[in-house]
């Protein structure tokens, strides 16, 4: 393996725990705010669905063909949670 293939290597994994970890907390965030129930149902519901986020995440980061193509694909991911975020909060 060469220093290209190990640097691009390095950067999926790094990508997939950071942005997934990121995403995920966006998805919490924005169920607990925008849901329309009881706020400590809806931050459980946010939160198991964080989980489901980072596993979906991390299966992208790997699946991607570049680190680019990984790190476009997780940001382009966290641009409706950001929107609900803003759109819902107090």
Known sequence: MNAAARAADIALRVCAAASGYGLAALWAMACAVALPMPRQ?????????????HAGAAIWAFAARSPARAI???????VPPGIAILWAAP
């Open 41 to 53: 149902e809806a931050v459980l519901g946010g939160m198991l669905l964080g989980f489901l986020v």
């Open 72 to 78: 476009g694909g997780l940001l382009l991911a966290m």
